[in-house]
Nanobody, 123 residues
């Protein structure tokens, strides 16, 4: 079955960087747009970045534009999120999943989620 395994989170000071990785299995990875989503305590899960199957079109939420970079490796079935200039408001559990479109509020194709990876930005 389809599975997403996220890794790379941790505790970082404001202004620091982290690189998240997601390994996907059980699907024809290259035909799906992929997204990174996050959920902060008491808030709804939101899409922060997405990338088309071929990797030629990206989307970033305004809150992360210019600081985060999404990339994918279709040969390895992985999608990454490079996060720079991190802020306390970036603190959340980050998840990867497919994305129906590469744009704001895109929903995932699959309704189930991996365990996510915790990102905490604090001094």
């Amino acid at each position: 079955q389809v599975q997403f395994v996220e890794s790379g989170g941790g505790l970082v000071q404001p202004g620091g960087s982290l690189r998240l990785s997601c390994a996907a299995s059980g699907l024809i990875f290259s035909i799906y747009s992929m997204g990174w989503y996050r959920q902060a305590p008491g808030k709804q899960r939101e899409l922060v970045a997405a990338i088309t199957g071929g990797g030629n079109t990206n989307y970033y939420a305004d809150s992360v534009k210019g600081r985060f970079t999404i990339s994918r490796d279709n040969a390895k079935n992985t999608v990454n999120l490079q996060m720079n200039s991190l802020k306390p408001e970036d603190t959340a559990v980050y998840y990867c999943n497919t994305a129906k479109t590469v744009g704001a509020n895109a929903a995932p194709v699959f309704s189930f989620w991996g365990q996510g990876t915790q990102v905490t930005v604090s001094s």
